[in-house]
């Protein structure tokens, strides 16, 4: 059983659209990060909120955390193919742990 | 400044074998972790090492270990090979643990156990 639920698992979507991707755990957490991650590389940061509430934007990414700490979620608006990949959300304590992503592809 | 490497980059080992695998964290970073990643089970936390010191642990068996030498490289190791290991492990650097800033990740060694 993961920590963190992230849905869809899967999400295919033609460029210009706007999609949500959701992260979810029973859990309390003291930040949550979102990761991308492309084939064949390691995830790459893409945020950390850190304040219950907090929302964050970058560039067509917004990024909400939860006011109880315990869930996210990762809006995109005007998606390019150049977003697609792999979106993970990361729970952080004592250590880090991951859900099992969010597979993005955005068609021309 | 240079990234996390993770070296070898692809590895082929036959089961009942050990396997060795090596990172080196970005010039500074103190704080080394391993990650496990499968289609199946998504990215799975191995440990944690930070000045040398396991801090914090995952699930995993025991033929899973690792150390961290003095200038902060670490290598995890795996013993008794099993088909269920092939995998893509991935090693993360950062200051002084996830925190805030977050983790810089190595491009990982793509493990296949034949």
């Known amino acids: 059983t993961q920590l963190l639920e992230q849905s869809p698992q899967f999400l295919s979507i033609q460029e210009g659209e706007n999609l949500t991707v959701y992260c979810n755990s029973s859990s309390v957490f003291s930040s949550l990060q979102w990761y991308r991650q492309e084939p064949g590389e390691g995830p790459v940061l893409l945020v950390t909120v850190v304040t219950g509430g907090e929302v964050k934007k970058l560039k067509r990414l917004t990024f909400q955390f939860g006011d109880a700490r315990k869930d996210s979620s990762l809006h995109i608006t005007a998606a390019q193919p150049g977003d697609t990949g792999l979106y993970l959300c990361a729970g952080v304590n004592n250590d880090m742990r991951f859900g099992a992503g969010t597979r993005l592809t955005v068609k021309p | 400044k240079a990234g996390v490497t993770q070296t070898p980059r692809y590895l082929i080992k036959t089961r009942g074998q050990q396997v060795t695998l090596s990172c080196s964290p970005i010039s500074g970073h103190r704080s080394v972790s391993w990650y496990q990643q499968t289609p199946g089970q998504g990215l799975q936390f191995l440990f944690e090492?930070?000045?040398?010191?396991?801090?914090n642990k995952g699930n995993f068996p025991g033929r899973f270990s690792g150390r961290q030498f003095s200038n902060s490289r670490s290598e995890m190791n795996v013993s008794t090979l099993e088909l269920g290991d092939s995998a893509l492990y991935l090693c993360a650097s950062s200051l002084g643990g996830a925190g805030v800033i977050g983790y810089t990740f190595g491009s990982g060694t793509r493990l296949t156990v034949v």
């Open positions: 090492y930070f000045s040398e010191t396991q801090r």
